[in-house]
């Protein structure tokens, strides 16, 4: 048995970008229909019996009079009716959690009881709760799954040192600019050694692995270590999210007919429902 934990943010932002984009009564639903779609095509994966999806927060930002409405945020409350009526788990995420840290504990929390979990996700911080091939990162769009060894070769560094990685070299997804010069190869010849940030030292001189450009490296990292230390904060995910579910509950059996037909007319989705592979107590 295997358990999908899906980025919804990310999944919704794709579709935003990716489907066409259309409006029904003053309400942009085009990034909604293509996630009814996309979900719909994972759930037809013979694999996929129990999952959840994860948002950062399902809460459209509040509008004020004369302003114009962003056609993205106002579809966040639509994607969590639209996974509530395909009959799937949803954990929005609120206050100081977010969808990537719903992803990791919830890999945390269940990797022991199925046979892999897999994390529905392109993004490279989600690279760091990778645990042999027990629990992996998959890029639907690239069609890539990433187990330990692929995340190795991927980035020079195992999965626990990905924060410390992307603090170095970055990551635009994320806003991390990371510290110049900073690159995969050095980054990871100097973590694999040091196994932190912290143990670096100060002098490139002192430095016990031949990286080019050490002197350099070591002078921008002093500068900037405080930096460097706030970026793996950022990147580090909590994994201590409560989770209201059990295992049991993350079993997918099918959408009810009526909410999901509902949905679909509500949005124009009506194309989506022959791709339903499954229906409620039918």
């Known amino acids: ?3 999908h934990i899906v980025d919804g943010t990310f999944e919704l932002f794709r579709c935003f970008h990716g489907a ?5 009564d003053g309400q942009e639903v085009g990034a909604t229909r293509g996630f009814l779609h996309t979900i719909l095509s994972l759930l ?11 948002f950062d927060s399902i809460m459209a930002p509040a509008v004020r009079k004369g302003q114009p ?13 639209a996974t509530r009526a395909l009959g799937v788990v949803i954990w929005p995420m609120v206050r100081r959690y977010e969808g990537d840290d719903a992803l990791a504990s919830g890999a945390a929390q269940f990797r022991h009881q199925v046979e892999q979990v897999v994390l529905c996700t392109p993004d490279k911080d989600l690279a760091q709760c990778v645990r042999g091939q027990q629990v992996v990162v998959r890029d639907r769009i690239r069609k890539v799954t990433l187990d330990e060894a692929g995340v190795l070769a991927k980035f020079g560094v195992p ?7 992307l603090a170095l070299v970055g990551d635009a997804a994320d806003g991390i600019p990371g510290i110049p010069g900073w690159g995969k ?6 973590l694999n050694h040091y196994g932190s940030l912290e143990a670096i030292p100060a002098l490139g001189s002192e430095w016990e692995v031949k990286v080019r450009g050490r002197d350099r490296l070591a002078r921008e990292l002093n500068e900037r270590r405080f930096e460097a230390l706030i970026y793996r904060g950022q990147i580090d995910l909590a994994e201590d999210v409560p989770i209201p579910h059990g295992l049991d509950d993350l ?9 999901l037909e509902r949905f679909a007319q509500r949005i124009g989705a009506e194309d989506a429902l022959p791709g339903v592979p499954r229906w409620l107590g039918e």
Do not use: F, N
């Open 185 to 190: 190869v050095s980054a990871g010849a100097v």
């Open 44 to 54: 037809r994966q013979e694999e996929v019996t129990h999952l959840a999806i994860a």
């Open 20 to 24: 066409p984009r259309a409006a029904l």
């Open 1 to 3: 048995m295997k358990l």
């Open 159 to 165: 999965p626990l040192l990905i924060p410390s990685y």
């Open 69 to 81: 409405v962003d056609p993205l945020a106002s579809q966040h409350g639509l994607v969590a009716e």
């Open 251 to 259: 079993e997918w059996l099918g959408a009810p007919r009526e909410r």
